[in-house]
C-alpha cells in the first residue's frame, strides 16, 4: 500500500519561502518516479514537478519554474519542495505522488498515489 505523509505547509507572506518534505512507504521508492501536485480552492489538481528515480533528472510546470526546486533523499524515502519566492496564486494544497510510470511526465498520477496533502496558505 502506497503510504505518502506531507508536512511543512503553513502560512507564509508573499516573497517568503516554505520547505515541504513527503516521507513514503509501502513501495520501492527509490525505483519510484515521484511528483508534487496542487489543488488551489475551487480548481482542479496542477502537476507542478517531477522527479526521476535516482534525482538526476527533474521537471517544472511553467508556474513555478526557477521558484520551486524538488529533491529527493532515496536512504530516507524523503521527497522534498523547496518553494521560494511565494505569490497569492501559490496558495493550494500540495501533494506528494508516486509516478505511475518509469518516467517523468506531467500527467496527474491517479488519487490513489497521492499523500493526505499539506496546507500552503500566501497572503500579507
Known amino acids: 500500500e502506497v503510504q505518502l505523509m506531507e508536512s511543512g505547509g503553513g502560512l507564509v507572506q508573499p516573497g517568503g519561502s516554505l520547505r515541504l518534505s513527503c516521507v513514503a512507504s509501502?513501495?520501492?521508492?527509490?525505483?519510484?518516479?515521484m511528483a508534487w501536485v496542487r489543488q488551489a480552492p475551487g480548481k482542479g489538481p496542477e502537476w507542478i514537478s517531477g522527479i526521476s528515480s535516482g534525482g538526476r533528472n527533474t521537471l517544472y510546470a511553467d508556474s513555478v519554474k526557477g521558484r520551486f526546486t524538488i529533491s529527493r533523499d532515496n536512504a530516507r524515502n524523503m521527497l522534498y519542495l523547496q518553494m521560494n519566492s511565494l505569490r497569492l496564486e501559490d496558495t493550494a494544497v500540495y501533494y506528494c505522488?508516486?509516478?505511475?510510470?518509469?518516467?517523468?511526465?506531467?500527467?496527474?498520477?491517479?488519487?490513489?498515489?497521492w499523500g493526505q496533502g499539506t496546507q500552503v496558505t500566501v497572503s500579507s
Open positions: 509501502g513501495f520501492p521508492f527509490s525505483a519510484a518516479v
Open positions: 505522488a508516486r509516478g505511475q510510470l518509469p518516467f517523468i511526465t506531467k500527467a496527474i498520477p491517479a488519487r490513489d498515489y
